[in-house]
């Protein structure tokens, strides 16, 4: 484990397009609520509303700090599409100093 402390986790979400991915993506790198956000293609099975759903989706891993998390939740909730968006939040425990080190400062502002 490394001797510096981080709070660092990685957030997951779902966008029900790439477009709506490639946003909400940018904003939270424009904000600084991110650094850095990977865009996959997903397929997600799921019931939803009585019923079960078979939609292509994308996945957002997002790398961020966890007390950055209530405003990333509250700017991806204001332009999701979704009523209940995936957003889920996975503690960092163990990682290469030096990229958690990068993280921390792009969300805090800091210059390299």
Same mark, same amino acid.
């Given at each position: 484990? &490394?001797?510096?402390?981080?709070? @660092?986790? %990685?957030? @997951?979400?779902?966008?029900?397009?790439?477009?709506?991915?490639?946003?909400?993506? &940018?904003?939270? %790198?424009?904000?600084?609520?991110? =650094?850095?956000?990977?865009?996959? *293609?997903? #397929?997600?099975?799921?019931?939803?509303?009585?019923?079960?759903?078979? /939609? /292509? +989706?994308?996945? @957002? $891993?997002?790398?961020? /700090?966890?007390?950055?998390? *209530?405003?990333?939740?509250?700017? =991806? $909730? =204001? %332009?999701?599409?979704?009523?209940? *968006?995936?957003? $889920? =939040? $996975? *503690? %960092?425990?163990?990682?290469?100093?030096?990229?958690? #080190?990068? !993280?921390?400062? +792009? !969300?805090?502002?800091?210059?390299?």
């Amino acid at each position: 484990m &490394s001797e510096t402390s981080y709070s @660092l986790c %990685i957030v @997951l979400m779902t966008a029900s397009s790439q477009e709506e991915a490639k946003t909400i993506a &940018s904003q939270l %790198i424009e904000q600084r609520l991110a =650094a850095c956000v990977n865009l996959f *293609p997903v #397929h997600s099975i799921y019931r939803w509303n009585d019923g079960v759903c078979n /939609d /292509d +989706e994308w996945q @957002l $891993i997002i790398k961020t /700090d966890l007390k950055k998390f *209530p405003a990333l939740q509250e700017q =991806a $909730i =204001a %332009i999701h599409s979704y009523d209940v *968006p995936e957003l $889920i =939040a $996975i *503690p %960092i425990v163990q990682g290469y100093e030096p990229y958690l #080190h990068w !993280v921390t400062q +792009e !969300v805090q502002g800091e210059t390299r």
